[in-house]
């Protein structure tokens, strides 16, 4: 119940998109078991899935594990990032690099790298980068660089 107190509002929306109903599971018409399945097989744009990816507590939680050595990549997009639109925006980065190229050919010096563009991030990602951020501040501390 701790996972519909949670999600609830986006697992409903999950299965409205499926025709289901989330009473349906309240009132035993369909097995809990089925719910857990579908939620672990939602993709990583659905409702559940984005909201996952980004609270805060569980993106902690996974920051602080130790990722294993064969770990799966880690998921880029939250809530409407499919696969086409990652596969698009890859395709921009790649377009931007070719004309740095072609500029630089043309030029004195080669032209300044043009930056990638932005990317949703997810709450683990953030916790992540935060705690690289304050490890790199405080060597700089201990170091005597101020900052």
């Not at 078991?33 to 984005?50: F, N």
């Not at 086409?84 to 070719?98: S, V």
């Not at 932005?118 to 101020?146: F, I, K, S």
Request: charged share 25%; net charge negative.
């Amino acid at each position: 119940m701790l996972l519909i107190e949670d999600f609830g509002e986006q697992i409903e929306a999950d299965l409205f998109t499926h025709g289901w109903d989330l009473l349906d599971y309240m009132r035993g018409e369909r097995p809990w078991s089925q719910l857990i399945r579908l939620l672990r097989r939602l993709p990583m744009w659905s409702h559940y899935q984005a909201a996952l990816l980004m609270d805060p507590e569980l993106g902690q939680l996974r920051a602080q594990q130790e990722p294993a050595e064969e770990a799966e990549p880690q998921p880029l997009s939250p809530l409407h990032y499919d696969l086409p639109a990652l596969l698009a925006l890859r395709h921009i980065d790649i377009t931007k690099e070719l004309i740095r190229v072609v500029a630089s050919v043309f030029a004195a010096t080669p032209a300044a790298p043009l930056p990638p563009e932005p990317r949703p991030t997810t709450a683990e990602a953030q916790a992540r980068a935060r705690a690289d951020r304050d490890q790199v501040l405080d060597v700089l501390t201990r170091l005597g660089v101020q900052v």
